[in-house]
């Protein structure tokens, strides 16, 4: 009794913590070539300058190319640019739905050196996932500034399947 018990727990273990219809479409259409053509912050005036996922200057970032892979979940942006670090930057991603039958969706960015392991890694970004379609993608980033929510927001477009 008790190993049938144990498998039905293990089983439904397994069920719970896997990803949604929903969550596996979005994931497919993250797959391919992107470009991040924009950086705005709304509701904030004047000049700002931030550094995105403790890497380089938003301006380091604008028309740099990212790649996702939805079979595994991994990816690269490269980033290039007079006085940026350019270079490829290896990291891996998933999609999450914030709450149940909410329709928001999270993204997770987790940057990862060659050959290192993802799990030993306890660092990582969560993303509001704003809207995504075949051609077009947004995400937010809220983060702190003065102790204010200050909000970063980025667009991209596909160029390739």
């Known amino acids: 009794m008790k190993k049938i018990f144990s498998v039905v727990a293990v089983c439904l273990l397994f069920v719970s913590c896997g990803t949604t219809k929903i969550e596996r479409q979005a994931e497919r259409t993250f797959s391919g070539d992107w470009t991040l053509t924009n950086i705005s912050y709304p509701n904030s005036s004047g000049f700002v300058d931030v550094t995105l996922f403790q890497d380089a200057s938003a301006n ?51 940057p990862v050196a060659e050959g290192e392991n993802a799990r030993k890694i306890n660092t990582g970004f969560r993303l509001n996932l704003v809207s995504l379609t075949e051609t077009n993608m947004v995400w937010e980033q809220t983060v702190t500034y003065e102790g204010q929510p200050f909000t970063i927001r980025m667009s991209f477009i596909k160029s390739s399947y």
């Open 60 to 110: 380091c970032f604008r028309n740099s190319s990212w790649n996702f892979i939805n079979n595994n979940n991994k990816g690269t942006y490269t980033l290039s640019g007079a006085n940026c670090m350019s270079g490829t930057r290896n990291f891996v991603w998933a999609v999450q739905e914030e709450t149940p039958d909410s329709g928001l969706y999270d993204f997770t960015l987790k």
